[in-house]
C-alpha cells in the first residue's frame, strides 16, 4: 500500500460522547447511562487526545467532524466548542469541512442548537427511528413521535443541513404501513435520510429477549426484503435515491464523513470505544478506545485512551476495503487494488458473480447490483482473500 492511499478518502475526525438518556434495546453501540458528568475533564480529555493523534498526523486536510455516541447533544457546547477551535489548530480545515452532530428528539433546544451552530456545527443527524408513538416505545425510545417532529422543525430553523434517521422492518409492521410512514418521513425530510432494517444484535437487550421467545411479530425474510426495494423506490421517486445501502439523500448531500470511511480514507477515532484507521510511514494502523468512560478517561489523562493501535495487515485492509466500498454506488476502484497487491482480488470469485447477476464492472469499478445488495454480506464473503 502506497503512502497516499489513504487519501482516497480523505481524513475525518470522529469523537466519541458515550452517555444517554436511556439505553435503547436494540443498540450495540457504547453507550452509557449516568446521572452525573463532570463535563469539565471530558472536555480536557477529548482535547488532550486530539492533540495527541493530532501529533502523529500533522499537515492533513481536515474534511469532516463527526460527533457520535450517546448522545452527543447532551454534550456541553463549551465541549464542542473547544474540540473544533482544537482540530482546526492542528489540522488544515476543508473550505467546505463538514462538522456533524448527533441529536436526540428530547435532547434538543434551540438555544443549546444555536450555541452548536456558533461552535461551528453545520449538520445535525436526529434519531427519529419511527413516526409512530406505540413503535417508538416499542423500541425503548423515551420521545414522541409529535416530539420528534417539533425536535425536527427546531433543528432546520437553526441548521441547513439535518438528517433523520428511521427504523424498518419492526415488530408488527406491514408493507403498508412502512409506505405510509416512509413518504411521510420524506415530505419532512430536508437533504438526507438514513433508513435501517433492525438487526438484532448480540449483547443487546433485544437480542436476550429473542433468545427466550419474547420478541416476536419481525418481519420474515421475504417481507424485509419487500420493504427494502420498497424504500429504494420512494426515495428514488422522491429525489433521494441511495448511494449507500442505508443512506439516501439528495445529490451533492451525502455525508461527506461516512464518505470518508466507505472509501477508506483515514480518520481519527477519540473518546470510549471510538475506532479510527491512521496510515502512518505507509502503513494503516488500528485504533480503537478504551470501552468504559471511567477507563477511557483515566487512561486517556495519563496520556493515551487507546486499548489498541496496531498495523493492520494487507489481507484484513483489503477486505475492509471490499467490505465498505461495495455499499456505496460509486463502488471500488479495481486499480486501487491492483496497486495494493496485484492480483490480491478474487479475480475469479468477480467473474462468477458478475454472471449471476450480483456484480457488475463500470468503467473499472467493481460495484453491486441492486439483486446483490439484497444479499451483500454473501457477496462480500465470497471475494474476501483467503487468510
Known amino acids: 500500500m502506497t503512502v497516499e492511499d489513504w487519501q482516497y478518502g480523505g481524513f475525518g475526525l470522529y469523537v466519541h460522547w458515550p ?39 500533522p499537515g492533513r486536510v481536515l474534511r469532516s467532524i463527526f460527533f457520535g455516541g450517546g448522545t452527543p447533544s447532551l454534550m456541553a457546547v463549551e465541549t ?16 467546505d469541512i463538514e462538522i456533524t452532530l448527533e441529536a436526540n428528539p428530547r435532547s434538543v433546544e434551540a438555544d443549546k442548537f444555536r450555541g452548536f451552530r456558533d461552535a461551528g456545527v453545520n449538520r445535525v443527524s436526529l434519531g427519529i427511528q419511527s413516526l409512530h408513538d406505540d413503535d ?20 432546520r430553523s437553526v441548521f441547513d443541513r439535518v438528517s433523520f434517521d428511521l427504523i424498518y422492518a419492526r415488530q408488527g409492521q406491514t408493507l403498508e ?29 433485544f437480542w436476550e429477549r429473542a433468545e427466550r421467545g419474547g420478541l416476536r411479530g419481525l418481519p420474515d425474510e421475504d417481507l424485509a426484503a419487500d420493504m427494502y426495494e420498497l424504500t429504494q423506490e420512494l426515495t428514488d421517486i422522491a429525489g433521494m435515491p441511495a448511494y449507500e445501502v442505508s443512506n439516501h ?39 480503537e478506545g478504551w470501552l468504559s468512560p471511567a477507563r477511557w478517561l483515566t487512561e486517556a489523562q495519563s496520556g493515551s485512551g487507546d486499548r489498541v493501535f496496531q498495523p493492520i495487515n494487507i489481507q484484513d485492509r483489503v477486505g475492509e476495503l471490499i467490505m465498505m466500498g461495495l455499499r456505496i454506488n460509486d463502488g471500488l476502484d479495481m486499480d486501487r487494488f491492483d ?16 454472471d449471476e447477476g450480483f456484480l457488475m464492472v463500470d468503467n473499472n469499478r467493481l460495484k453491486a447490483t441492486a439483486r446483490g445488495r439484497l444479499v451483500l454480506n454473501s457477496v462480500v464473503a465470497r471475494l474476501l482473500p483467503d487468510d
Not at 80 to 95: D, F, H, L, T, Y
Not at 195 to 201: A, G
Not at 339 to 354: E, Q
Request: net charge negative; aromatic share 6%.
Open 339 to 354: 496497486r495494493m497487491i496485484p492480483g490480491l482480488l478474487n479475480s475469479v470469485a468477480v467473474h462468477d458473480l458478475v
Open 19 to 57: 452517555f444517554c438518556e436511556a439505553k435503547c434495546p436494540y443498540c450495540d453501540f457504547n453507550s452509557h447511562v449516568t446521572r452525573q458528568v463532570d463535563h469539565g475533564a471530558w472536555a480536557e480529555a477529548l482535547v488532550a487526545e486530539l492533540d495527541r493523534v493530532a501529533d502523529l498526523s
Open 80 to 95: 464542542v466548542s473547544a474540540i473544533i477551535e482544537q482540530a482546526c489548530k492542528r489540522w488544515r480545515p476543508a473550505n
Open 177 to 205: 404501513a412502512w409506505r405510509t410512514e416512509l413518504r411521510d418521513a420524506l415530505s419532512m425530510a430536508a437533504d438526507h435520510l438514513s433508513l435501517y432494517q433492525l438487526t438484532i444484535e448480540p449483547g443487546t437487550a
Open 136 to 155: 417508538l416505545k416499542r423500541l425503548g425510545r423515551l420521545h414522541s413521535a409529535s416530539e420528534a417532529r417539533a425536535a425536527f422543525d427546531v433543528a
Open 249 to 287: 439523500a439528495v445529490p451533492g448531500a451525502e455525508s461527506r464523513h461516512n464518505l470518508i470511511y466507505w472509501m477508506g480514507g483515514d480518520y481519527a477515532g477519540i473518546g470510549p470505544g471510538a475506532h479510527g484507521r491512521l496510515t502512518l510511514s505507509g502503513q494503516c494502523h488500528v485504533t
